[in-house]
């Protein structure tokens, strides 16, 4: 058995004694990955005065007051108020600049809680969407059905209407109806949760183009679906750089939410309450402090600066954080139903070779990393098939799983792909057929303790095993751009997100945008279709995407998907390190959230989601206030 102690520093030197994590792995060892809960219950068990999110007392006047959390925004000037590009408001804004048709959670059922909307009806293939009379814009101007259709159009592809809806039609001012081609029950989901970005007055220009391209250069398929003609293609494309392009004032955005940004510096961003909003939030700013490394993240923690966050900490800092606060923190378990790990960049050596990928995620020790990156997290999907740990689980039985490459570390498996590859071992090290030991690059945010902890040891675990390994951590606005620019040859990133709907199609339908962190060259028109490594046969990914989105039943759901678990674990795009559980802490022992107990996983309509989806909710609910 070869040991290898790989030690790196990562808590922060702001407490008395520095933690020092070490990993350990066996040669040739084949361990059961169990994906079971073990750090939480040294964490967000930890007994504190406080018991439940929601506090007993009168409220205090809503008037001056600020709720600080952590914001992710990019600052100027790369920053701006597109939603749809790249520094623009992102997953922590947009929850509090923009409302949504409904709120939404899966958990501990489906619901769909009209929030813009009025009433919905889904029957006979058609919904209808009547907004509720009087909605305004943050400017004052009316939010009305014209809105609704330009957000429709704008994001067609998101909302899936592009594919499988036959008409659009507004009825009214308030009142616009889908007919659909289809009942399948992702209808909604994909439909009701979506925000509403983008004023009729602004994008209509844009959204103007599309419908055109919608209502004229779409063509029925064999299986009934839709796909845009050459000219549709031409048409969405042309118009989609051209709205790319634009880049407002964030300052300038048109809200339809609670909140309006007016504020914006390089570490924090100040969200006034919208005066238009159709009713009077119990908080009167929001104040998003952006992390700009984990030293000032935990620093901002340990002094208690925000109100309330989630934000990933190192074990030991947070059960410090925990401990030394006992009188006056929360702490709430959420499941987010996604999953962390390693974006491959599967067009630049060496990593464009499968075996060479394939090799990588052998090496990595997945089942060490996990437990140590973060509270709450546990071991990701070992035979990477592009779902949670939990969701894979629903639909595939161990029979299946049982025909698929297991990835859990092996380094004997590791030395064969390598030779395979043409690579040969010398003098301790790995070089290729070229007799060359190329860099693997390796990226992530320098301001998310549990991407550093993964880079660390993944980096030394490739560099014991004999490889040319590098890890750099970024400012996370310049990690956003060199994700995409396709020079590293593995960046940190969650792929497998089933977090809004807990089924298979939305983790498999994220590749379209995950896909550009793998640089993987997609035709910017036109379906999806890849080649399979292993068996060499065309992947029909738009098509079989499809006809997931179609299954109406989880034996449906299992069929389908089955197909693109073969495909992601003969590919490896994508080493899954961790499922991810995070705990929420409530600081601020004034502040009052919606009702949860402490110390449990939660399953509540409110209490799950991403930090900031369940912070919208409960905002636009008026489930947040502070008592005297």
């Not at 408001?89 to 923009?98: A, G, L, Q, T, V």
């Not at 609670?258 to 510096?265: A, E, H, K, L, R």
């Not at 310049?478 to 995409?484: C, E």
């Not at 674990?569 to 559980?581: Q, R, V």
Request: charged share 25%; aromatic share 10%; hydrophobic share 35%.
């Amino acid at each position: 058995m070869k040991r290898t102690k790989l030690t790196k520093l990562i808590a922060v030197a702001i407490i008395a004694s520095i933690s020092v994590t070490s990993f350990t792995a066996c040669g040739n060892s084949k361990k059961t990955q169990e994906n079971k809960p073990s750090v939480e219950d040294s964490v967000s068990k930890v007994e504190t005065t406080l018991t439940n999110a929601k506090l007993d007392g009168e409220e205090a006047p809503s008037d001056g007051t600020t709720l600080t959390t952590m914001m992710t925004f990019t600052p100027a000037p790369a920053g701006h108020g597109n939603p749809a590009v790249n520094g623009g408001p992102d997953w922590s804004m947009e929850p509090i600049m923009y409302d949504y048709l409904c709120g939404y959670s899966s958990k501990p059922e489906k619901t769909f809680k009209p929030s813009l909307l009025e009433s919905y009806e889904f029957k006979d293939k058609v919904l209808t969407l009547k907004l509720r009379q009087g909605l305004k814009w943050s400017d004052g101007s009316p939010l009305n059905a014209d809105d609704l259709l330009c957000n429709l159009y704008m994001d067609m592809t998101v909302n899936k209407i592009a594919y499988y809806a036959e008409s659009v039609t507004k009825v009214n001012d308030v009142t616009v109806q889908v007919k659909y081609n289809t009942d399948a029950s992702l209808i909604l989901d994909y439909m009701l949760k979506s925000p509403i970005r983008y004023a009729k007055k602004v994008y209509g220009k844009w959204s103007d183009v599309f419908q055109d391209a919608f209502t004229k250069n779409r063509e029925a398929k064999p299986d009934g679906n839709y796909k845009f003609t050459k000219e549709g293609d031409d048409k969405v494309a042309a118009a989609t750089v051209e709205f790319d392009n634009y880049l407002p004032d964030i300052k300038q955005a048109l809200c339809s939410g609670p909140y309006m940004p007016t504020t914006v510096t390089s570490s924090e961003m100040i969200f006034e309450r919208n005066p238009n909003y159709r009713t009077k939030m119990k908080i009167e700013k929001i104040k998003g402090i952006r992390p700009t490394s984990t030293e000032s993240s935990a620093v901002a923690v340990m002094n208690k600066e925000y109100d309330a966050e989630g934000m990933g900490l190192s074990l030991d800092m947070a059960q410090k954080v925990a401990e030394n606060n006992k009188e006056t923190i929360r702490q709430m378990l959420i499941p987010e139903y996604s999953e962390l790990g390693f974006c491959f960049n599967v067009n630049k050596a060496p990593t464009d070779d499968v075996k060479v990928r394939k090799a990588i995620a052998y090496i990595i020790d997945k089942a060490q990393i996990a437990p140590v990156s973060e509270p709450g997290m546990r071991v990701g999907d070992q035979y990477a098939v592009g779902l949670p740990p939990s969701i894979r689980d629903k639909y595939f039985d161990k029979d299946f799983l049982s025909t698929l490459d297991d990835y859990t570390v092996n380094l004997d498996k590791a030395k064969e792909l390598l030779k395979e590859a043409g690579w040969k071992e010398s003098g301790g090290k790995w070089v290729d057929s070229s007799g060359q030991s190329p860099e693997i690059k390796i990226a992530g945010v320098g301001e998310f303790p549990a991407y550093v902890v993964m880079g660390e040891a993944a980096t030394n675990m490739l560099k014991d095993f004999g490889l040319n390994a590098s890890f750099t951590p970024k400012e996370s606005a310049a990690y956003n751009d060199y994700a995409t620019s396709g020079d590293a040859a593995m960046v940190i990133d969650g792929f497998g997100s089933t977090t809004g709907t807990q089924h298979p199609f939305e983790a498999y339908d994220s590749l379209s945008w995950y896909g550009k962190r793998m640089n993987i060259k997609n035709p910017d028109k036109g379906d999806q279709v890849y080649k399979d490594p292993v068996t060499g046969e065309d992947f029909k990914y738009t098509e079989k995407l499809l006809e997931l989105f179609r299954t109406k039943n989880d034996s449906e759901v299992t069929e389908k998907a089955k197909d693109f678990a073969k495909f992601f674990n003969d590919s490896m795009y994508f080493i899954p390190i961790t499922e991810k559980f995070y705990i929420y802490r409530i600081h601020n022992n004034k502040l009052s959230m919606s009702p949860a107990k402490t110390g449990e996983q939660l399953s509540d309509f409110y209490w799950s989601g991403t930090t900031s989806a369940l912070l919208g909710k409960m905002l636009r609910d008026n489930q947040v206030y502070y008592i005297k």
